[in-house]
Structure formats: structure tokens, C-alpha cells
């Protein structure tokens, strides 16, 4: 259904969709960050570093996540990009915390 040029969409509807284009967007193809958190995440579960190696890779895995959700809660194409920024960046806040 159209109305004055412009499709009508519901409220879930619109939480997917990027708000200049109308376009769904609920995943994109990575962003440097998060394909840094993948490779850290990855090489740690590959070959389990102990000591400096790992802590070193964690630290990196975890700085790439927070900067990544930053960039979702910043600059996220459609509301539920920056609604899932936020959810990541509480879920690495409350992990740390219960380190």
C-alpha cells in the first residue's frame, strides 16, 4: 500500500528498516571491527594461547566488540542495528563485570 509516494509501514516494520531509504536492514556485510573481534575470537579457539598471547587477543577481541557496538549505537543503518549495538555493549559491560 502506498500513500503520497512513500510505502506505509508498521511500527516493527520500520524498526528494520533504514529510515532514509526504507530499505530492511538487519544484517551488512562485516565492518573492520567486527571482522577483528571474529579473527581474535577465532584464533583463540583455535589454538588456546595461554599467558600474553591470550590475554593480549582477548583484550583485542573485547576493544573491537565495544567499538563496534559504539559504531551500531552511532551510526546503525535501521533502529534495530543500534538497538543490537546497545544490547552487545551491555552484554560486554555485564561480562566484564562478572569477571
Excluded at 510505502?7 to 556485510?29: C, K, Y
Excluded at 579457539?45 to 557496538?69: D, E, K, Q, R, Y
Amino acid at each position: 500500500m502506498r500513500h503520497s509516494g512513500t510505502q506505509r509501514h508498521s511500527a516493527l516494520g520500520r524498526f528494520f528498516r533504514n529510515p532514509e531509504t526504507g530499505e530492511i536492514v538487519v544484517a551488512q556485510p562485516p565492518n573492520p571491527p567486527l571482522l577483528v573481534w571474529l579473527a581474535a575470537t577465532l584464533i583463540r579457539l583455535v589454538f588456546s594461547p595461554h599467558g600474553f598471547p591470550g590475554a593480549a587477543l582477548s583484550v583485542v577481541a573485547t576493544a573491537s566488540l565495544v567499538i563496534w557496538s559504539l559504531l551500531e549505537i552511532a551510526r546503525g543503518e535501521s533502529p534495530f542495528r543500534r538497538v543490537l549495538g546497545g544490547l552487545v555493549l551491555v552484554g560486554v559491560v555485564v561480562g566484564l563485570l562478572l569477571r
